[in-house]
């Protein structure tokens, strides 16, 4: 008799193979590996009524809604609510980031210029001569001119003494510099073009109204300094004279002071101010036949807001007058007449109205910026030293950015070029996105295709068509998991593209202090600390301490590059320590998996080569950076491939073996001796390391963007023992389980499975030593950790200390795993924040080069100006969702390219893979 089906238990027995395990989240091998650890009888819960009480339910609640997969989907809803946001400030403002540079910032806690969402680089005397080289290399002349009163003069003084700090203006026998206009009475007095008025300019101590002229021959160098503190007939005479035929890179105006001394009130003299600015603009528009007038915005009101005063790129710009110490000011007797900083913010604030949509820039940053120096100045009215340095540094960002395309400077600079390969990238992940969308629609379509034929033939439809359909719909559904997968990766290449290669988000530079890299690890390792657990009989040296580990450093690692700390010697080594004991364990780990599983199958390989490389692959086709630039991935990869070799060769030795023949111990420390010694051998022999690691076709895998092998050689030397030291670790502790020197009882639970569970707690994972050994075997570790420490502290030099670190690693790490596994307390234990941070380690490495800092890492992403911390939670919370979001897409699409099950199709995609980056090896000069 043939079964009966209702037309629900049909639509769910024909889609069951395609709602499975497709959006399971859960590590699976991780989970099974735990119940096999613990082996615990479980009680038939169908046989024990039990009620959850409220606060169950709550948290039931919380759980089914406060998740990772919808941490996710908001992290994706951010994404597209901060895409809109920029999109408005970028079509708003403009993408020009001079605009950042030259209307607003702010002054950190260790007197540093921040812009507002754009990196400032520290020109360097060395910097800045480079820079005017450089424009003179390509035949052009670095011009600059200086116009106004004596706060522009001592911009024009700090400017020339950032290129050459030796010179002295009152050096007579200079010929760089020439005095032009010399005069002899400094009471002085001129009239107003089409005004009669006169005006003295004798307003400073120093009675320096001279006009500058200094030039340098090597840098093709020419600036000028014109002294004119109102805008007269002398003035509009220089511009007509000189603008158009030698027209400046940069020319720099500003006065506000004099026409305040005037013989009128402020209402005359604002006026008055005005109708002269106004004259000076028109006169710029008449020489300026490119100008166009396309921003549309209202008048600024307040003189702190953004004005964002140009639509075309200018080389004039309008200093606003900085702000008084108005008690050095008022108690200076040098000063002939005095004012107040409210009359100075009216004609800053016409200034900003007047100026605003003309040929004319705005330089709102320097009043920002000595508006939180004021007391520096030496009188009240002059701009202190650190302000004048700031201004500096402003200009020479404003001129070189441009020209020199430093990592560390996004202000003023131009987005890089996209290459072909680029654009091939994005055409290929746009061609995924529609097939994606196609299979969806086939998808949709065959489930209505099923539910109409269920309702045409009723629920007695035979079971063996509905399974046939239902096969059919897993091969389909199948294509489009694949397919799925690629495209949320494509859609996060090119958020990371849009982050990191466009100037689409802000940057900020990065700036170290011992606080801001203390306060987020302290808060983060205190939550930490929170969130641990008891482990159930846990084993010598487990999964859940290593990912704990690897978690821990990873979380130091991003802070130590969030702060800047590079340059702290202290934290410098601790980050080369840290990196050698990732290496340790992945040695140790590595050789733990083939030794008890004595999986060496080549699909094993291309594997863990898969997940350890797809996304830093694909990285550098999308970002155009090499693959050495990840230096980390290039690093762990190698030493994967070592691992592997070393395991591989003749004799194969795993636990299996070694059961059977205990020489097999002794074969595999030959084979790591050895290992060892070719290691040696290349890390003092220069020449051989160099003709190995250049050869071709592999070049490409080690070299750097300037073809060269110092940074692959500097890691490479710093880690070259780490991971054969993980390795011997990892045999010492399987011949000690040998000998029963280490009780791990898991290891012997298929002989004690009728234990009760009493006898098991008794039993958890202990060493096989007395109390007094452990005692002894814990002081002489901690003693080892506090040798570690005090050697990171008596560093002196970097280079010094880089030579001890590939000996001295292994006994931090070896000391803290004895501490960790000696003592039950600390062994049963385990952070689960920090082992699940572990489990995404190398993800959250590589993504934090372009979606948590930014500009190669060199600086900070800014999804949220303005508002540091709020922006650094948001941040953060992304960073890690996408992070992990593309661990699981890596493995989830390392399944279809390289399946467990057929070495050969593995081989197969390999080879294809290899053919497919050819053309590019070609292109680029690999072969």
């Known amino acids: 008799m043939k079964p009966s089906f209702s037309k629900e238990n049909l639509i769910e027995l024909e889609t069951q193979a395609i709602e499975d395990n497709n959006e399971n989240f859960i590590q699976e091998n991780e989970y099974s590996e735990l119940q096999i650890s613990t082996r615990l009888i479980k009680p038939d819960k169908s046989k024990i009524s039990y009620q959850p009480s409220e606060n169950e339910l709550f948290a039931h609640n919380i759980k089914k809604y406060l998740n990772l997969k919808t941490s996710k989907s908001i992290s994706i809803f951010l994404i597209f609510i901060f895409f809109l946001y920029h999109g408005y400030l970028n079509s708003f403002y403009g993408r020009n980031s001079c605009n950042l540079l030259l209307e607003q910032g702010y002054l950190r806690a260790d007197d540093v210029w921040q812009p507002s969402g754009c990196m400032m680089h520290n020109y360097s005397i060395e910097d800045t001569n480079i820079c005017f080289k450089y424009v003179k290399y390509f035949n052009g002349k670095n011009r600059f001119t200086f116009i106004g009163d004596a706060r522009i003069r001592q911009v024009f003084k700090s400017f020339i003494g950032q290129f050459d700090p030796f010179f002295r203006f009152n050096d007579r026998n200079s010929k760089k ?7 002899k009475n400094y009471n002085l007095t001129r009239k107003l073009e089409k005004y009669d008025i006169e005006y003295s300019t004798d307003l400073n101590s120093e009675c320096d109204e001279q006009n500058y002229f200094y030039s340098n021959s090597e840098l093709n160098l020419e600036i000028s300094f014109i002294w004119n503190p109102v805008i007269d007939e002398q003035f509009i005479n220089f511009i ?10 940069l020319m720099i105006i500003g ?15 604002i006026n008055l101010f005005k109708q002269n600015l106004t004259s000076l603009i028109n006169l710029f528009k008449s020489y300026d036949n490119n100008w166009r007038n396309k921003l ?42 005095q004012f107040t900083n409210d009359e100075i913010d009216e004609f800053n604030r016409v200034s900003k109205a007047i100026l605003y949509n003309s040929p004319i820039n705005t330089w709102s940053s320097s009043r920002l910026v000595s508006k939180n120096m004021y007391q520096d100045s030496i009188d009240g009215y002059l701009i202190g030293r650190k302000a004048l340095k700031i201004d500096t540094q402003i200009l020479l960002n404003l001129y070189c950015n441009s020209k020199m395309n430093y990592i560390d400077a996004s202000c003023c600079s131009q987005p890089e070029n996209i290459t072909i390969l680029q654009k091939i990238i994005f055409s290929v992940f746009i061609i995924i996105f529609f097939t994606t969308l196609l299979l969806y629609l086939c998808r949709f379509f065959f489930i209505r295709y099923l539910n109409h034929r269920i309702n045409m033939f009723g629920p007695e439809i035979s079971l063996t068509t509905s399974c046939k359909n239902a096969t059919l719909y897993n091969s389909t559904h199948s294509l489009f998991s694949l397919f799925k997968a690629l ?29 801001t890299f203390l306060t987020p690890l302290i808060y983060v390792s205190i939550v930490g600390i929170f969130f641990q657990d008891k482990l159930p009989l846990a084993k010598v040296m487990n999964r859940y301490q290593t990912d704990e580990l690897k978690g821990f450093m990873q979380i130091f690692i991003l802070f130590y590059r969030l702060s800047g700390a590079e340059k702290n010697i202290f934290l410098y080594l601790t980050i080369r320590l840290f990196t050698g004991a990732y290496l340790f364990l992945s040695g ?48 762990i990869t190698f030493w994967f491939v070592c691992i592997y070799l070393a395991m591989v060769m003749y004799p194969r030795v795993s636990e299996n073996t ?5 020489n097999h111990y002794f074969y595999m420390l030959i084979k790591l001796v050895l290992l060892a010694g070719i290691v040696t051998f290349l890390n003092f022999s220069n020449n051989l390391f160099e003709k190995i690691f250049m050869a071709r076709p592999w070049k490409f895998l080690f070299v750097n963007s300037e073809q060269v092998l110092n940074d692959w050689h500097k890691i490479w030397s710093t880690n070259c023992y780490s991971t054969i030291f993980g390795m011997i670790f990892a045999l010492a502790c399987c011949f000690l389980r040998k000998l029963n020197l280490i009780d791990d009882y898991e290891n012997n639970l298929d002989l004690h499975e009728n234990d009760n569970l009493e006898f098991r707690e008794k039993r958890r994972d202990k ?51 004895i501490v960790r596994n000696t003592l039950q307390i600390l062994r049963e234990k385990c952070s689960f924040i920090f082992s699940w941070i572990g489990k995404i380690s190398l993800e959250l490495y590589v993504c934090s080069y372009h979606i948590w800092l930014a500009a190669d890492s060199s600086g900070i992403l800014v999804l949220l100006p303005d508002y540091t911390v709020l922006n650094s939670i948001i941040s953060i919370f992304m960073f890690l969702c996408i992070s992990h979001e593309l661990n699981k897409l890596t493995r989830h699409i390392g399944e279809y390219v390289f399946p467990n099950s057929n070495w050969k199709v593995c081989l197969k995609n390999f080879i294809i893979f290899c053919f497919l980056l050819l053309p590019i090896a070609i292109i680029n000069g690999y072969f």
């Not at 002071?257 to 009130?265: A, D, E, P, V, W």
């Not at 915005?297 to 108005?326: A, F, N």
């Not at 990371?496 to 011992?514: L, Q």
């Not at 140790?588 to 898969?610: A, K, Q």
Request: charged share 20%.
């Open 767 to 817: 060493f096989a030593l007395s109390l007094k050994k452990k005692i002894i075997l814990v002081l002489i570790s901690l003693i080892g950790l506090f040798s570690s420490i005090f050697f990171v502290f008596s560093c002196k030099s970097k280079k010094e200390c880089d030579i001890y670190i590939p000996y001295l690693m292994i006994v931090p790490v070896v000391s803290y795993f």
């Open 240 to 249: 007509k004279n000189h603008f158009y035929k030698e027209r400046p890179n």
């Open 296 to 337: 549309k915005h209202s008048p600024i009101e307040s003189i702190d807001d953004i004005s964002w005063s140009w639509s075309e790129p200018s080389p004039i710009y309008w200093m606003l007058q900085d702000k008084l110490d108005e008690y050095k000011y008022y108690f200076n007797k040098t000063y002939n007449s």
């Open 658 to 662: 070694a059961k059977e023949n205990s």
């Open 255 to 269: 006065m506000a002071s004099h026409y305040i001394n005037l013989n009128m009130t402020i209402k005359e003299s």
């Open 487 to 515: 495209s949320k990766f494509a859609f996060y290449m090119f958020y990371f593209f849009a982050c990191d290669r466009a100037n689409y988000f802000m940057k900020e530079n990065k700036h170290f202090s011992i606080i």
């Open 177 to 183: 510099i020439e005095k032009v206009n010399k005069r």
């Open 588 to 635: 140790y780990g590595h050789f733990m998996y083939f030794w008890n599983t004595s999986n060496f199958g080549i699909t094993r390989f291309f594997e863990i080569l898969f997940r350890l490389n797809f996304l830093p692959i694909m990285l550098c086709f999308t970002m155009n950076r090499m693959y050495q630039f990840y230096e980390f991935v290039p690093l």
